[in-house]
């Protein structure tokens, strides 16, 4: 691991308990770097808006340290509420003001000096496609409008570092790639930090540079996407036998290629290098040893398929949150606002 001051962010041997038995985050490490896209991905109560909570100053840890753009943040949280930009799932507008006002408001909060705040707001709200709307309310915005004038009041200080918690969650695809279109900007003219948690894998497949996967609190795999996706070892054949049992498994086991066999539920998930070529070789076997097929599938290297293979568990769009998540995340809304004011 880089050291801290090289890094937007590092964490080492992060940890968090509830109530002194619920380990919720577990002795996790990882760094991001400046300029990164960093993706952090886990299934519903893995630990995922646990560690957000703990590197957005909104939750103090059990164990262990991080660092944010340079700022120690478990000894100064609210130096690294002022710094990072912070857009949550849930929205943060305020809708009984104007678009221009939720700005002028988060210029307010963050210190923005009054003498560049019209500035910054005006190119704010162009750059965002809401100028037209800019003294309307924002409860008449629609869902895009709200998404994106919820990322102008995120980077409305500039930070060097900014934080997205399933940001385009509810969007339609048209309002999430201009969402990340405008990200991408960002980060290309200033040299912005992203770190985002999505629930959009194919989101994280083409807007990450890395990709950490948490599960049951821990780090269970970092890397590009195309390093994790090799890391399969091929191509995926799923296969749903009639039948299921030792001689099933060994049929399969002993085909030619074949890297490895996994039971999940009611179905085998074979690994191979060339999945098409061994599809008429398993169905010929199959069909010898009396082993009806009831469905048969190809699947190439996909964050789905790393996500299954780390977790153990297929990866659900629309898995809703737990207790815990909303709890934290009512907290992170309190704070920010609350919290920097002082």
């Known amino acids: 691991m ?44 893995a630990g995922k808006t646990t560690t957000v909570s703990m590197l957005t100053g909104g939750l103090a840890p059990t164990a262990g340290h991080a660092v944010v753009d340079g700022i120690d943040v478990f000894r100064d949280p609210h130096a690294i509420k002022r710094r990072i930009g912070l857009v949550f799932q849930e929205s943060t507008a305020d809708s009984d003001l104007t678009g221009r006002e939720n700005l002028e408001l988060a210029a307010a909060l963050f210190g923005v000096p009054r003498a560049s705040t019209k500035q910054r707001v005006d190119s704010l709200l162009e750059r965002m496609q809401i100028g037209d709307a ?38 339609d695809p048209q309002g999430r790639a201009g969402f990340w279109r405008y990200v991408q900007e960002l980060r290309k003219e200033n040299g912005m930090t992203v770190f985002v948690t999505t ?27 195309s390093e994790l996706k090799d890391r399969l070892g091929g191509d995926v054949v799923s296969v749903r036998a009639t039948r299921t049992g030792p001689e099933v498994e060994a049929v399969l086991r002993g085909l030619p290629g074949v890297v490895s066999v996994t039971k999940y539920d009611d179905s085998y998930r074979v690994k191979a290098p060339r999945g098409e070529e061994l599809i008429p070789t398993l169905v010929e076997a199959c069909t010898r040893a009396g082993v009806g097929l009831a469905g048969i599938s190809l699947k ?24 815990t998540d909303r709890a934290l995340r009512v907290g992170q809304v309190q704070q920010a606002f609350g919290r920097s004011r002082r």
């Open 2 to 45: 880089a050291s801290a001051a090289a890094n937007a962010v590092t964490v080492e041997g992060l940890s968090k308990t509830y109530n002194g038995t619920v380990r919720a985050v577990q002795n996790v490490s990882f760094d991001v770097r400046p300029g990164e896209a960093f993706g952090f991905l886990g299934p519903n109560g």
């Open 134 to 171: 800019a003294d309307r309310l924002a409860k008449t915005y629609s869902g895009g409008m709200r998404r994106r004038l919820e990322l102008a009041v995120g980077i409305i200080h500039a930070p060097r570092v900014l934080f997205l918690d399933e940001p385009t969650l509810g969007l």
């Open 199 to 225: 629930h959009y894998l194919d989101e994280a497949d083409t807007i990450c540079e890395r990709i950490a996967i948490i599960d049951h609190g821990h780090l269970v795999a970092i890397g590009t996407p």
């Open 300 to 323: 190439r290297p996909s964050l789905d398929e790393v996500f299954l293979e780390f977790t153990g568990r297929e990866y659900r769009e629309d898995e809703g949150m737990t207790a």
